[in-house]
């Protein structure tokens, strides 16, 4: 899905300093003619939208932009943001109007004090339910994410259970990819830690989940007895960061289809967490 959408990066300024999050402050915001252009050029009959960038709906120009993509033929047209500017009465009609299908929003936890700890802005949870709110009353397709880490992975069943009760879709789960630019160590988790959270939303809420950049073995961590109503795909499509195969990986007959964990995770927590799959049966989905 992610091959058929054309990524068009809108550099703004994002009000958020998230802990797995760099960006070059210093970098100017995206030339409008520029993101007309490579709307322009990256324009293909049957394509969709992702715009994306440091913090798309803080730059001027995004309206003019959604509605240059609408004029093109681009469908859907998504947006990830932190949601905050959505709380402004207005916005979140506006840009549907001008042609914008859905949001690409995360919940770091199911709290303020969780969420928080992760994008270190006092009042951002309370902006992003906000602006979530705006984008539900206007019709707009909302899509969920959020990044294991230490800050949260004990408030993942929480997580699930606040978006369950507010009719919030569920929140896509990610790993956390290594960056040079932040201190990676300080906040990743392992594979079993990270295995331990997800048996505990399974139990509380049976939720259907959707796992990304986790390897394919990732499942088989789970206690078989978690199964039922637990789905796990490992998704193609977001990992920016290498990833290889470990000496485990050598006997594992899923060795082709998944490259292996991200390399700067072998070099935290080495390959203990692996479960080679000995037989053509593919991991639980
Ligand atoms: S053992 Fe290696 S190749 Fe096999 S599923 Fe796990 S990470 Fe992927």
Redesign the pocket.
């Known amino acids: 899905m992610e091959g058929l959408r054309h990524r068009l990066v809108l550099r703004g300024r994002c009000d958020c300093d998230c802990v797995f999050c760099r960006p070059d402050r210093s970098a100017p915001s995206t030339d409008p003619s520029v993101a007309l252009q490579d709307l322009r050029d990256g324009y293909a009959p049957g394509r969709g939208l992702n715009i994306g960038g440091d913090e798309p709906t803080t730059h001027p120009a995004l309206p003019e932009v959604i509605a240059a993509a609408r004029e093109l033929g681009y469908k859907p047209i998504a947006l990830q943001t932190t949601g905050q500017l959505f709380a402004q009465p207005g916005f979140a009609r506006l840009l549907r109007d001008l042609g914008l299908d859905a949001a690409d929003i995360p919940l770091y936890g199911s709290n303020a004090a969780v969420h928080e700890a992760i994008t270190r802005r006092p009042g951002s949870f309370r902006r992003t339910l906000a602006g979530l709110a705006r984008l539900r009353a206007v019709g707009l397709d909302l899509v969920i994410h959020t990044v294991v880490t230490r800050e949260n992975v004990s408030d993942l069943s929480d997580l699930v259970g606040f978006c369950l009760a507010r009719g919030l879709p569920l929140p896509r789960i990610e790993h956390l990819q290594p960056e040079r630019a932040f201190p990676y160590a300080e906040h990743a988790v392992s594979l079993a830690d990270s295995a331990a959270a997800l048996a505990t939303v399974a139990r509380d809420h049976l939720a259907q989940m959707l796992f990304v950049n986790f390897?394919?073995?990732f499942a088989k961590l789970l206690p078989e007895s978690l199964g039922t109503g637990l789905a796990i795909t490992s998704a193609p499509g977001t990992a920016q960061r290498p990833k290889r195969?470990?000496a485990?990986?050598r006997s594992?007959a899923?060795?082709d289809s998944?490259p292996?964990?991200f390399v700067g995770y072998l070099d935290l927590f080495g390959d203990g967490d692996?479960?080679?799959?000995s037989t053509c049966r593919p991991p639980r989905r």
């Open positions: 390897p394919a073995c195969h470990a485990v990986c594992c899923l060795g998944c292996g964990p692996l479960r080679p799959v």
